[in-house]
């Protein structure tokens, strides 16, 4: 599938559904909009991704797209009112539209007639099916090795570390599957729920409902964590996830050198240990689960200061540790199969 | 408001809503609807509450009603079509229609049809306003005393212990309100937000705003607690409610002789110190809280018994208890004013 991906004044910084879609899906990514870096090239900015020019608008886009992808994800998942211009274009051109937002296209009158029209289809990502239900409290009983990737904070690595260690374990010839929870999981895989967007009581039924799907094909199924139990708005999903989940071990995901939780400069982030101790007393209360192993995004640090973050940090969780990106997935996949 | 309410075949045990608007609204009740237990009286079954009769179908109402209350909370919140009749009836005889189940009633084409053509509300209590987000991590800075009732399950008293707490604070002239999470208690207040239906990102930021709007009337905020961080259903929205409201104190509410979840008899409820632990653990991570109360519920056991157990029950929380229903909840008050 040929894709534009919309990130206006977000990009790549605060772009990461459009990172994650460009690093890890299959589809061919044509262009990025960014009014705000007009003229450059995904590769000036991000280097381990497939390219893509950034351009100012829809109209610009130089050749045919099966779909435009909104691919920022802004705190709270509202509309921005100066997109409407790029998704009214891609309409008329007959492209499909893939949002993300909590904010559903479908139900933008305007929108969703222009797409009747044209004979497009939007798919609101966000959107959970409605039949769900509460969970039964047994995604356990699966014949799988489940693991969950827990994090400091939002915007840690929970979803890139899900990926990264899915194609380590597709290289040793391990059935694994990822487990989708946030938008860009689903967009990149093109299948799962976005448990945030489900309502409170379901959002652990929806977890053990798709981990139930795929256990049956897979020996090792990887679960992608949302926020974090220090966040103050997104630690429910994270605790809903969790004792849906009931998985094997958990990877705990941090930012290097964060100190305050995203968006919430306010509020600090808890110590290391803090973390692995709520993590593992949490779980233990519905299924049992250790931290088996730590991912650190090292991204903005040298490559020697890297190496010192990464066992320092091994040293905080007491387990083994690895930025994935950085360096590989292998020190993580062994210590999950451990 | 005279209502009825709708409880088939699960009253008095299985009828919590029920038994919390006979217990604690404003409501003149004329009638409860329970098939399996026609020709007797609530008092044959609870005697605390006020009295009424139980019939077995709304046609039987002797009097005019107000509107008829769904009463009843099965897991899952699924609607019943054996009670399509009854609410039928009370369409046809122009009364609104109370509704608590996550199933809207308002959604239904037949229902919603017959109350237009009857001029009949239908209220979908668990229906969040549609401008909810995230919380910004700032309930602790309002100028009351905010306590929240957290539980070892569901069905453990929280509801019953806010409404209890209520009225001692109010007999001694403490500007007090109760902020609703559940169907019962927004049946209860005739306001507030049924958090555990609000899409998971939001459910904290439901909390938040609900304190907010209350706080400047209150010197004592009541925050109305759901499930509990060790159900395997429902721990998130208990976590979104605890990050939400930035407690100054948690009361623990727990079942006497509860041995494993409610509907999950394959789960144990943990040691009663691992709940003040993980719940004092997790709250820290954000806002720090202790329990400083326990309610226990000794319905079921002789009044010996019942003292030695809220005796244990307090050594276990290491924090003064009692059950405020049987006894009161003087000595809860006493101990968050503290």
């Given at each position: 599938?040929?894709?534009?991906?919309?990130?206006?004044?977000?990009?790549?910084?605060?772009?990461?559904?459009?990172?994650?879609?460009?690093?890890?899906?299959?589809?061919?990514?044509?262009?990025?909009?960014?009014?705000?870096?007009?003229?450059?090239?995904?590769?000036?900015?991000?280097?381990?991704?497939q390219?893509?020019?950034?351009?100012?608008?829809?109209?610009?886009?130089?050749?045919?797209?099966?779909?435009?992808?909104?691919?920022?994800?802004p705190i709270?998942?509202?509309?921005?009112?100066?997109?409407?211009?790029?998704?009214?274009?891609?309409?008329?051109?007959?492209?499909?539209?893939?949002?993300?937002?909590?904010?559903?296209?479908?139900?933008?009158?305007?929108?969703?007639?222009?797409?009747?029209?044209?004979?497009?289809e939007?798919?609101?990502?966000?959107?959970?099916?409605?039949?769900?239900?509460?969970?039964?409290?047994?995604?356990?009983?699966?014949?799988?090795?489940?693991?969950?990737?827990?994090?400091?904070?939002?915007?840690?690595?929970?979803?890139?570390?899900?990926?990264?260690?899915?194609?380590?374990?597709?290289?040793?010839?391990?059935?694994?599957?990822?487990?989708?929870?946030?938008q860009?999981?689903?967009?990149?895989?093109?299948?799962?729920?976005?448990?945030?967007?489900?309502?409170?009581?379901?959002?652990?039924?929806?977890?053990?409902?798709?981990?139930?799907?795929?256990?049956?094909?897979?020996?090792?199924?990887?679960?992608?964590?949302?926020?974090?139990?220090?966040?103050?708005?997104?630690s429910?999903v994270?605790?809903?996830?969790?004792?849906?989940?009931m998985?094997?071990g958990?990877?705990?995901?941090?930012?290097?050198?964060?100190?305050?939780?995203?968006?919430?400069?306010?509020?600090?982030?808890?110590?290391?240990?803090?973390?692995?101790r709520?993590?593992?007393?949490?779980?233990?209360?519905?299924?049992?689960?250790?931290?088996?192993?730590?991912?650190?995004?090292?991204?903005?640090?040298?490559?020697?200061?890297?190496?010192?973050?990464?066992?320092?940090?091994?040293?905080?969780?007491?387990?083994?540790?690895?930025?994935p990106?950085?360096?590989?997935?292998?020190?993580?996949?062994?210590?999950v199969?451990?």
């Amino acid at each position: 599938m040929r894709i534009a991906i919309l990130a206006h004044e977000q990009f790549p910084n605060h772009a990461k559904t459009a990172i994650g879609i460009l690093r890890y899906s299959d589809h061919n990514v044509v262009a990025v909009l960014d009014r705000t870096k007009t003229g450059e090239r995904v590769c000036d900015y991000v280097s381990d991704v497939q390219d893509a020019p950034i351009i100012e608008e829809m109209s610009q886009v130089s050749s045919e797209v099966d779909a435009l992808s909104i691919g920022i994800a802004p705190i709270g998942g509202g509309f921005d009112s100066t997109w409407r211009s790029d998704i009214q274009d891609a309409l008329v051109n007959g492209y499909d539209i893939i949002n993300g937002l909590h904010y559903f296209l479908e139900d933008d009158k305007r929108i969703s007639r222009l797409a009747d029209e044209h004979n497009c289809e939007i798919w609101d990502v966000r959107k959970p099916p409605d039949d769900l239900t509460v969970s039964d409290g047994t995604a356990d009983n699966v014949d799988a090795t489940v693991v969950l990737t827990v994090g400091t904070d939002c915007s840690s690595g929970k979803m890139t570390t899900s990926f990264e260690l899915l194609q380590t374990a597709r290289d040793q010839g391990i059935d694994a599957a990822v487990i989708p929870t946030g938008q860009t999981g689903v967009m990149i895989t093109d299948r799962g729920i976005v448990v945030d967007g489900v309502i409170s009581d379901f959002a652990a039924g929806a977890v053990e409902r798709m981990i139930k799907q795929v256990a049956a094909e897979n020996d090792l199924i990887i679960v992608e964590g949302q926020g974090s139990i220090a966040h103050p708005a997104y630690s429910g999903v994270t605790t809903s996830i969790l004792h849906g989940a009931m998985p094997d071990g958990l990877i705990l995901c941090h930012a290097a050198n964060r100190e305050a939780i995203r968006g919430y400069d306010h509020i600090s982030l808890p110590p290391i240990d803090e973390y692995t101790r709520t993590y593992e007393q949490l779980s233990g209360l519905v299924s049992p689960a250790k931290v088996v192993a730590g991912a650190i995004n090292t991204h903005h640090i040298e490559e020697a200061k890297a190496r010192t973050a990464v066992a320092d940090y091994a040293a905080a969780i007491d387990a083994p540790a690895t930025d994935p990106v950085r360096f590989d997935a292998t020190k993580i996949l062994n210590a999950v199969l451990k």
